[in-house]
């Protein structure tokens, strides 16, 4: 079954809708194939409807297969269109994932009270968390390509280079293996910066004994993957290979816990105690990782908070950290697929402070 049929499945058969709207960038791409739509329409009864703009209209045509591709003229209210075609459709419960405020009033008022509106995005999350063989093809592809990227940056970190040209070596290097672009801004911070988990990248040059966190993520076919080694420019310290050991073993532990029917809190339990006993409980200040796939940060959540439970088929992050203020911060992050039993790694290598230079 396809992943429209499945979703109808879910919400037509299941929930009883009769109509489901997705206006959701990523779930349109998840969808439709091809990024550049301005919604989807799936009715019970009739062809499923894809609403797009005259500067993606014969890219809609082309890529957007299955659907009924419909051009949106500027002039024209998209939210009335789609109530009208709604309405045409006999559409009396319209299930959607997400709105803006702006278009949830319109779109109610042009209904006029014929049909009803629900916030269902978690039907659709529901399948775009458990990835299926082709997916999972692309983000090992993706994980592949990233840790191209993170051979570069060994390559590339010493003392005097500054941060973006680190950027610049790892991004090429991805490019030039198929990288579709970056999956999230590459961060390389360094020195004290390393402290910031999102530290992004600017112009610093790195000195001799910083630490140097790099977090980069490649993306391949709209999939992207999400990778974080830290390494010292020059010879590391006894703290810093100290600390190193801590969230290397928490990271390695985490993932050799990661597998179907975990509850997600337990694995971060894993990492999470083994940093609290080492002292630097107070300075992992995270969760242990995220979901990831056509976005770089979906569910399940791996932290204290999360109610989730893993299943086969997501792909998550491991990513433990000690973040010091003013000394730097040291993060180890892999992505990986879950299994009935045990996990993928779809990123590896490199778990060492040392620079290839
Ligand atoms: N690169 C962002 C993150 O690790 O979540
Ligand atoms: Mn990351
Ligand atoms: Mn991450």
């Keep these: 079954m396809n992943r429209i049929d499945l979703l109808k499945k879910k919400a037509f058969e ?79 419960k319209l299930a959607f994932d997400t709105l803006t405020v702006e278009n949830y009033r319109s779109l109610a008022k042009s209904l006029r009270g014929k049909a009803k509106l629900k916030p269902m995005g978690k039907l659709v999350w529901e399948l775009r968390k458990v990835k299926d063989s082709g997916e999972i093809e692309l983000m090992r592809k993706a994980g592949e390509l990233v840790c191209e990227g993170m051979k570069a940056a060994y390559e590339t970190v010493k003392p005097g280079v500054r941060e973006y040209e680190v950027a610049a070596e790892i991004e090429y290097a991805m490019r030039r293996k198929g990288s579709w672009g970056t999956a999230f801004d590459t961060i390389v911070a360094s020195g004290a910066r390393s402290a910031f988990p999102h530290g992004g990248c600017t112009d610093r040059e790195i000195r001799e004994g910083d630490l140097v966190v790099v977090d980069i993520g490649a993306c391949y076919r709209y999939y992207r993957s999400d990778m974080t080694r830290t390494l010292v420019a020059g010879k590391p310290s006894e703290k810093q290979k100290k600390l190193y050991e801590v969230v290397k073993t928490a990271q390695q532990k985490a993932v050799q816990a990661v597998k179907a029917k975990a509850k997600a809190k337990d694995i971060d339990t894993v990492a999470r105690k083994i940093i609290e006993e080492a002292g630097h409980g107070v300075n992992f200040v995270h969760g242990l990782g995220h979901g990831i796939g056509l976005e770089v940060h979906e569910p399940p959540a791996l932290s204290q908070q999360s109610k989730d439970k893993l299943a086969a088929g997501n792909v998550v992050t491991i990513e433990p950290g000690i973040y010091i203020v003013g000394f730097g911060g040291i993060r180890i992050e892999d992505t990986v697929l879950v299994r009935e039993q045990g996990s993928e790694k779809f990123t590896d290598g490199f778990y060492t402070l040392e620079a290839s230079t």
């Design 14 to 92: 299941e929930k009883g809708f009769d109509g489901f709207l997705i206006a959701n960038e990523a779930n349109m791409l998840y969808f439709a194939g091809f990024p550049g739509a301005s919604c989807l329409l799936f009715p019970r009864d009739g062809e499923n409807m894809l609403y797009v703009y005259g500067v993606n209209y014969e890219q809609a045509k082309a890529e957007g297969k299955g659907f009924h591709v419909e051009l949106v003229k500027r002039d024209e209210n998209l939210m009335a269109k789609v109530a009208a075609k709604a309405l045409d459709f006999g559409i009396k």
